[in-house]
Every structure is written in structure tokens, then in C-alpha cells.
């Protein structure tokens, strides 16, 4: 059974850096585009971060970019955001989500309907 699982939420101050996990088991990662996304209270969720199954090339929404790095450790199954810089208005539940990639592209994308398995999430508060 496919699945993801996130890990590493917490409350950090503004300016401060967290890092969050994104494990995946009964698959590998070769071949699915991995996307981290995050959902404050009484919004939308949003695509903040993707990693592109083929070409590893990664795409930010520009609220996080220069400020959060997706990378992916196949042998470890983990795709993991790097978020730093964070501000108050970061504070959402993160979730990581995988849909099968596609060789004719070389891109991921943001939007969250494009992804078929969803982890559980994980609280992210910016607060000091």
C-alpha cells in the first residue's frame, strides 16, 4: 500500500528554520513527483514545493522561494522541506503528497488535485 507520512512540525520562532519529513512506504520514490503543501485555518490548501520524480528539478510557489529547499533522498525514501526564515504567516499543517510522474515532463506541479496519496500532516506554529 502506498503511503506518505510527515514528521517534524512543531512551534519555532519567526526567523527561525525547522525541517519537515516526508516518508514514503510501499514505494519508491523513483518515478513520483513528491509536492509539500500547506493549509492555514480557514483557507485554502496551497502548493508551496514539488520535486519532479525524472528530473529532480523543483518548483516554489514565490511566497517560500529563497526561504524553503525541497530535496529527496531516494535510499531513504524521504523527501524533506528545509524551511527557514519562517514567518507567522508560514504557520499552516504541511502535508506531503505523491502522484506517479510523467517521462515526457521534466516539471512538477502545485496543484493539489494533481496528487493521488496525502499524508496525515503536520503543525507548523510560527510564533515567539
Known amino acids: 500500500q502506498l503511503q506518505v507520512a510527515e514528521s517534524g512540525g512543531g512551534l519555532v520562532q519567526p526567523g527561525g528554520s525547522l525541517r519537515l519529513s516526508c516518508a514514503a512506504s510501499?514505494?519508491?520514490?523513483?518515478?513520483?513527483?513528491i509536492g509539500w503543501f500547506r493549509q492555514a485555518p480557514g483557507k485554502e490548501r496551497e502548493g508551496i514545493s514539488c520535486?519532479?520524480?525524472?528530473?529532480?528539478?523543483?518548483t516554489y510557489t514565490d511566497s517560500v522561494k529563497g526561504r524553503f529547499i525541497i530535496s529527496r533522498d531516494s535510499t531513504k525514501r524521504t523527501v524533506y522541506l528545509e524551511m527557514s526564515m519562517v514567518q507567522p504567516e508560514d504557520t499552516a499543517d504541511y502535508f506531503c503528497?505523491?502522484?506517479?510522474?510523467?517521462?515526457?515532463?521534466?516539471?512538477?506541479?502545485?496543484?493539489?488535485?494533481?496528487?493521488?496519496?496525502w499524508g496525515q500532516g503536520t503543525q507548523v506554529t510560527v510564533s515567539s
Open positions: 503528497a505523491a502522484v506517479s510522474g510523467d517521462p515526457r515532463y521534466n516539471i512538477c506541479v502545485l496543484f493539489p488535485g494533481e496528487y493521488d496519496f
Open positions: 510501499g514505494f519508491s520514490l523513483d518515478g513520483y513527483d
Open positions: 520535486i519532479s520524480s525524472y528530473s529532480g528539478r523543483t
